[in-house]
């Protein structure tokens, strides 16, 4: 089985940043994908980035292209999500997930670190 805890959450005004952090434990963590996902209340999840474990191939919603940048650790099983230019509709709680395959659903899910951008 693999868990991953996330951190790095917190409050900010807007404009400013934040890096999250994802770390798995376990088994032997050798996913296809590592990505976040996030949750605003009243909203269903969504998609923020994801990255290729191997070879660290990075996608992103067009929503935080440009702003956040999803980066991997393969030494220390860490995944990275540096948030800048944050805007207030950024505020959910974020999720760090991973998935053996290189189709289908995550297999794996962390409990979720809240971010909060301020106006």
């Known amino acids: 089985q693999v868990h991953l805890l996330e951190s790095g959450g917190g409050l900010v005004q807007a404009g400013g940043s934040l890096r999250l952090s994802c770390v798995a434990s376990?088994?032997?963590?050798?996913?296809?994908?590592v990505g976040w996902f996030r949750q605003a209340p009243g909203k269903e999840r969504e998609f923020v980035a994801q990255?290729?474990?191997?070879?660290?191939?990075?996608f992103y919603d067009d929503s935080v292209k440009g702003r956040f940048t999803i980066s991997r650790d393969n030494a220390k099983n860490t995944v990275f999500l540096q948030m800048s230019s944050l805007k207030p509709e950024d505020t959910a709680v974020y999720y760090c997930?991973?998935?053996?395959?290189?189709?289908?659903?995550?297999?794996?899910w962390g409990q979720g670190t809240q971010v909060t951008v301020s106006s």
């Open positions: 997930a991973a998935r053996d395959g290189a189709i289908g659903k995550f297999d794996y």
């Open positions: 376990g088994r032997t963590f050798r996913p296809y994908f």
């Open positions: 990255i290729t474990w191997q070879n660290g191939l990075a």
